[in-house]
């Protein structure tokens, strides 16, 4: 009785070809070695997050650590608050008393400290509120950081996958004995 024998190789080689892909965000190549650079296409937005990101980012973290009333965000809001007092009790209460021969100086510049008083105790708010408030800005731009550099990594991988798919060969052989 003859005997058969079968017998089946598979061989793959793989030689990625050169890729490039751009979408309106990165730009991102993969040459025959397998490497792949991937770029923020420029002045998309994605870029735009990720230089804000790196340039403010040391910044936000020494005002988390040190809060103080100092901060660009601390006076910018204390600078609002006095504003916005100021201009209330004028236009509200001090203007329409005095139209009405209803207030003195004296009360008016009373008036005026009391609304001192409330700058200083919104001042002590700010610098208690502040960590949190830093934190919450870092969080939300580490957040943004992320999801364009996750886009970049997927459309990095992609990219290779694509490369390495293309130029990928397998060869099948079958013998018979």
Do not use: C, H
Not at 8 to 22: L, V
Not at 103 to 118: E, F, G, K, V
């Amino acid at each position: 009785m003859g005997g058969q024998s079968s017998e089946s190789t598979s061989t793959s080689t793989n030689n990625p070809k050169p890729a490039s892909f751009k979408n309106p965000f990165y730009t991102t190549v993969t040459d025959r070695n397998g490497n792949t650079t991937t770029k923020f296409v420029s002045g998309t937005a994605g870029e735009q997050a990720y230089n804000y990101v790196n340039q403010n980012l040391s910044g936000l973290l020494q005002d988390y650590l040190n809060p103080n009333i100092n901060s660009a965000t601390n006076q910018a809001k204390l600078n609002q608050f006095k504003k916005q007092q100021a201009a209330n009790l004028q236009n509200n209460i001090i203007s329409p008393l005095a139209n009405r021969n209803m207030i003195r100086s004296s009360q008016a510049t009373n008036m005026y400290n009391n609304l001192s008083n409330q700058a200083a105790d919104y001042t002590n708010n700010l610098i208690a509120n502040s960590q949190q408030d830093t934190w919450n800005m870092i969080n939300n731009l580490v957040n943004l950081y992320s999801q364009a550099y996750s886009g970049m990594a997927n459309d990095a991988s992609n990219t290779m996958n694509y490369s390495i798919g293309a130029g990928t060969t397998t060869t099948n052989t079958k013998g018979r004995a």
